[in-house]
């Protein structure tokens, strides 16, 4: 195994989890370096001992009033500024949206994308595949109830039904993304078991129909964000290659 230095995983509850993202870096040589901000973990003052960060989703908004919250989402300007890869998951993504001038809202109809959800690639998007050999999945976990306009200063990726934007991109190396890509069937078994109440929103799929969509779905998912992270981090793309 090589050794790639280590990439800050920022996560939002004691029993969370990197997930399938984190098992990847961890295959790919990463040591994973995780910090947990509400449960009163510092981040980094610099990015000099790290090849990249993620930052992971979380039950809290990106507008809420915490210390903490606003702390981490100025962290984010400090990972840009060193011009590290940087990745952001679900919350991660509209923190990175917010730092960047973008406005994160919740859905006028009050509906939420909890389930399985169609994703459709941008022009900017499709260049994307070309540019990396990577097809961006047909469909993709969701488990959120906010949104993002994606800045000026960025490049919309990829767009949905119900939430417009999906997934962007600032400069060459920091993304935003709704979905979940790091999620196992453990992770959701979890979720949809831990947080039912959620299922009951508007918008929201069934708990079978989260599990039918995992045999469905989840293979793309997983040889897209395999071969994403390895494009992230400034390797070659092997996906097209499986």
Partial sequence: MSHNGSIVIVLHQAHSTAGRVGRLLVERGYRLDIRRPPLGDTLPDTLDEHAGAVIFGGPMGANDDHDWLRDETAWIGKVLKADKPFLGLCLGAQMLANELGGKVYTHQEGKAEIGYYPLYPTDAGCTFSKETGLNWPKNVYQWHRDGFDVPQTAY?????????????????????????????????CRWTTRAYERMAMPGARTRQEHLDGWFEHDHAVHQWIDGFLGHWLGHKTQAQDT
């Fill in 156 to 188: 919309s990726l990829a767009r949905g039904d119900i939430f417009c934007e999906q997934a962007f991109v600032y400069g060459d190396h920091a993304f935003g993304l709704q979905f979940h890509p790091e999620v196992t069937y453990a992770m959701m």
